[in-house]
Structures are given as C-alpha cells and as structure tokens.
C-alpha cells in the first residue's frame, strides 16, 4: 500500500516552454501533498505543500508564479514549471501524507526535467 | 529557521554497525524521522521518533534525545544493499518537514 507515483519520470523541454509534471496518490487519499526539488548529491528542499481545495503554501524563496501546484483532488496534484530555464533543470519530487499530523510521508520515483 | 548537521559521508564493512548522528535546531519541534535514499530512486520512510529514546525496527534502531537536540540512525549488520544516502528530518510546527543534507553510506565487502 501507501504507492506514489509521479508522470513523467524523465522530460527534457525547451527554455522558455512550460511543464508539467502529476503526481498521484494510487491506494489512498492524500490530506497533504508536498513538492520537493533535490539538486545532485543534494537534500530535498521543500518547495511547496498543497492541501486539496486550496491554495498552495510556498516555502521562501520559491516562486509560485513559476511553479503553479494544483492539487485538484485528493488523489492528484500537478507542479508546472513554467517558462522553463536551463536553471531549473532539477529531479523534482513529491510526496503525499494519508492524514494530517501523519509523520511518514510517501515518496515518489522522481521526475528529472531537464531543460535546454 | 531550521538547520540540521549529518555526515557527509561515512564507509562500513559488510556485518558491521554504524550510527550515523543528526543533531538540529528548530522551533516547534514536532518529531525526527529518517529517510533512505539510493541514488536515482525515492527517498523511503525508515523510522520516526516523537519521544526520547530508542525505536527498532529489525536491523534499523532510531534514538532521539530532546533535550539534547539530537538523533541518531543506528544500522546493524551492514549489507551491500544498504549502501545508500540517509536523511534525518525534523518534523516541526506538526505539518512542515525539513530535512538535513544526507549521509552517503558506503558499505564495502
């Protein structure tokens, strides 16, 4: 149980194009989403959470004019990265939580975007 | 803010131990967790602790200490699989996470 998954697992874009990038909840619903981006060698940073039905809370530093979160249901929630630069090329990565307080969160495989 | 300090890195033999140390700073501690993560993959939940003290779970044991700020990942036995990065997180303000900078294991035969 507890499986996340995220679409698409690789893209490679062009500068100035916009992507977007699901990830899903596939065996439970998820109260909390989170996006994080991870640079090589590198921690997770945070960049936004996303609750179902409302707006996206951004951590500092992160544009949410860049990165718009939708989180459309409780199964489902998109980051695009729009109008792409060579600079955000970066294995973005989300993960859910099944309730609120939840300790444990559930990762998915990734997505490697890289943008040319 | 928050800041957490692990190792960069840190080399075992194959059926060894080795405890990897987190130590932090936050407001509104909540609970520290530990995530593994092998290269191109997820990051996987390994433990949680809220409380001081030991949590084991198979050859995996967690220890936190709150008063001291503190916690530990403690791996026995050591297999090749396990080599992998190791992220402490500290769980702060009940919905925020933060994770440390990850701990490169590398286990050698």
């Known amino acids: 149980g507890a499986v996340v998954s995220q679409h698409p697992s690789r893209v490679i874009c062009k500068s100035g194009t916009s992507v977007k990038i699901e990830c899903r909840s596939l065996d439970f619903q998820a109260t909390t989403m989170f996006w994080y981006r991870q640079f090589p060698k590198k921690s997770l940073m945070l960049m936004a959470t996303s609750n179902e039905g409302s707006k996206a809370t951004y951590e500092q530093g992160v544009e949410k004019d860049k990165f718009l979160i939708n989180h459309a249901s409780l199964t489902l929630s998109t980051l695009t990265v729009t109008s792409a630069h060579p600079e955000d090329s970066s294995f973005y990565i989300c993960?859910?939580?099944?309730?609120?307080?939840?300790?444990?969160?559930?990762f998915g495989p990734g997505t490697r975007l890289t943008v040319t | 803010g928050q800041s957490l300090e692990q190792p960069s890195e840190v080399t075992a033999v194959e059926g060894a131990i080795v405890q990897i140390n987190c130590t932090y700073q936050t407001s509104g501690f909540y609970g520290l967790s530990w995530y593994q993560q092998h290269d191109g993959g997820a990051p996987t939940f390994l433990s949680y602790?809220?409380?001081?003290g030991l949590e084991e779970t198979g050859r995996f044991s967690s220890f936190l200490s709150r008063s001291d700020s503190y916690g530990y990942l403690l791996l026995q036995e050591l297999q090749m699989k396990d080599s992998a990065s190791y992220f402490c997180a500290v769980i702060y303000n009940f919905n925020k996470f933060y994770f440390g900078s990850g701990t490169k294991l590398n286990v050698k035969p």
């Open positions: 602790n809220a409380l001081d």
């Open positions: 993960s859910a939580r099944d309730r609120a307080g939840a300790y444990e969160q559930y």
